[in-house]
Nanobody
Framework: QVQLVESGGGLVQAGGSLRLSCAASGSTFSTMGWFRQAPGKQRELVAFITRAGSSNYGDSVKGRFTISGDNAKNTVDLQMNSLKPEDTAVYYC???????????WGQGTQVTVSS
């Protein structure tokens, strides 16, 4: 059974930093990443990283966020710097199973950036 467990959300002032972590279990994953959803908005890509180490970022976080992964541990971290109030959202970990590309989601973790 695939499970994704997120940690690291919280409240931070604008300009501050937070680090999110996600631990996946139950399979091997080809891609892991983070999405976010703010109230009244659609879920959007934050960043993802492939098993080969290639990464991609949403335009709004480029240069401020960094994604990293550990294939052996099935973990993915998101270092978020220079946070802005508009980064406030529920952040969801996402993983694609290696052979089927079936997508799984974590339960979400709240990130709130105060101005």
């Amino acid at each position: 059974q695939v499970q994704l467990v997120e940690s690291g959300g919280g409240l931070v002032q604008a300009g501050g930093s937070l680090r999110l972590s996600c631990a996946a279990s139950g399979s091997t994953f080809s891609t892991m990443g983070w999405f976010r959803q703010a109230p009244g908005k659609q879920r959007e890509l934050v960043a993802f990283i492939t098993r080969a180490g290639s990464s991609n970022y949403g335009d709004s976080v480029k240069g401020r966020f960094t994604i990293s992964g550990d294939n052996a541990k099935n973990t993915v971290d998101l270092q978020m710097n220079s946070l802005k109030p508009e980064d406030t959202a529920v952040y969801y970990c996402n993983a694609a199973v290696y052979d089927s590309n079936r997508i799984y989601w974590g339960q979400g973790t709240q990130v709130t950036v105060s101005s």
